[in-house]
């Protein structure tokens, strides 16, 4: 691939109302943006180790979640290293099995190196009574935050998109 290179993890169940909030900025990303040939988007479901080629492949991964436990209101925004979410319970742990944390010590003991960050919501509701696609009111009215703060990071880092016209 050659340069540098990125990728972005939209993480959640788009059947289980705000759990979906990662795939909801894929594909608000998406829609919105250009992406340059040396950053990949995926809407992954749940991580898994599947993933470990990309970080052997990129300079930064960058994963995109729902967060409960916080105390803080619906479609708040958060920033935070992948350890933040490891290992532990309550506030900043990640609604999916395997956390980014696990990927990049997966990833150290291969020899891969990649710098990795979470961006995440806190959800309203992630367990409906039954299937139902979409997000609450708040965390749907808070999602252009979130892409904002997946765009703004992007930047940051070397990796600017452009605004589609």
Do not use: I, W
């Amino acid at each position: 691939m050659g340069g540098k290179q990125a990728v972005v993890f939209c993480v959640g169940n788009r059947l289980m109302l705000d759990e979906g909030v990662g795939s909801a900025v894929y594909d608000a990303v998406l829609e919105q943006y250009e992406l340059p040939d040396n950053v990949r988007f995926f809407d992954v479901g749940c991580m898994s180790l599947d993933m470990l080629g990309y970080v052997d492949e990129c300079d930064l991964v960058l994963t995109v979640d729902a967060v409960d436990g916080t105390g803080d209101a619906p479609g708040t925004v958060y920033r935070f290293p992948p350890d933040a979410m490891a290992r532990h319970t309550g506030a900043m742990q990640s609604l999916h099995d395997l956390k980014l944390v696990d990927l990049f010590d997966a990833a150290s003991l291969l020899g891969y190196e990649a710098e990795g960050f979470c961006l995440g919501m806190q959800v309203e509701n992630m367990s409906p009574k039954e299937y139902v696609v979409g997000l609450t009111p708040r965390v749907y009215e808070a999602l252009p935050l979130l892409v904002d703060a997946v765009v703004a990071e992007l930047a940051r880092r070397g990796f600017p998109l452009e605004r589609k016209a």
